[in-house]
Nanobody
């Protein structure tokens, strides 16, 4: 069974930075692609950034130039570096990963539990 655990959220002031981590645990798996989503109170969950197995990245327009998604395959981890944070970035951030295992060769998408990011002065 694969599990994803996010960490790194917190309370920061506008203009500050945070780095979120998404770590996978389990046995015999390969991470194909990873998305970071966020959900603000009263709003739908939205895709913020994506990184593929080849390292190609995509970002929502609202975070381009401020957020950077990266991965460390040796550590089975994906990161979201968030700079120049704004109050509107306040949300629960979730990682969502496409993972192939020995028992699931087609792969499935897994969600983490989420980590709260609050940007406020």
């Amino acid at each position: 069974q694969v599990q994803l655990v996010e960490s790194g959220g917190g309370l920061v002031q506008p203009g500050e930075s945070l780095r979120l981590s998404c770590a996978a645990s389990g046995s015999s798996y390969s991470i194909i692609a990873v998305d970071w989503y966020r959900q603000a109170p009263g709003k739908q969950r939205e895709l913020v950034a994506r990184i593929t197995s080849s390292g190609r990245t995509n970002y929502d327009d609202s975070v381009k130039g401020r957020f950077t998604i990266s991965r460390d395959n040796a550590k089975n981890s994906v990161y979201l570096q968030m700079n120049s944070l704004k109050p509107e970035d306040t949300a629960v951030y979730y990682c969502n990963a496409a993972i192939v295992t020995a028992q699931d060769r087609a792969g499935s998408w897994y969600w983490g539990q989420g980590t709260q990011v609050t940007v406020s002065s």
